[in-house]
């Protein structure tokens, strides 16, 4: 059973995630393709140096 200070934390986090993913959605839709390019190489050098 879930308490009121449960019920309002619970709340906040999902505002919180909710604003977060405006924010990435913002940032995706207004990036540039080099942006998104370098983004992708640096993504492929890490996961060919194992880290």
């Given at each position: 059973?879930?308490?009121?200070?449960?019920?309002a934390?619970?709340?906040s986090c999902?505002?919180?995630f909710s604003s977060i993913k405006r924010v990435k959605t913002y940032?995706?839709?207004?990036?540039?393709?080099?942006?998104?390019t370098a983004l992708a190489v640096l993504h492929i050098h890490r996961e060919s140096s194992g880290h």
């Open positions: 059973m879930e308490g009121p200070i449960e019920s934390t619970s709340a999902e505002r919180s940032m995706r839709s207004t990036m540039g393709e080099d942006h998104r």
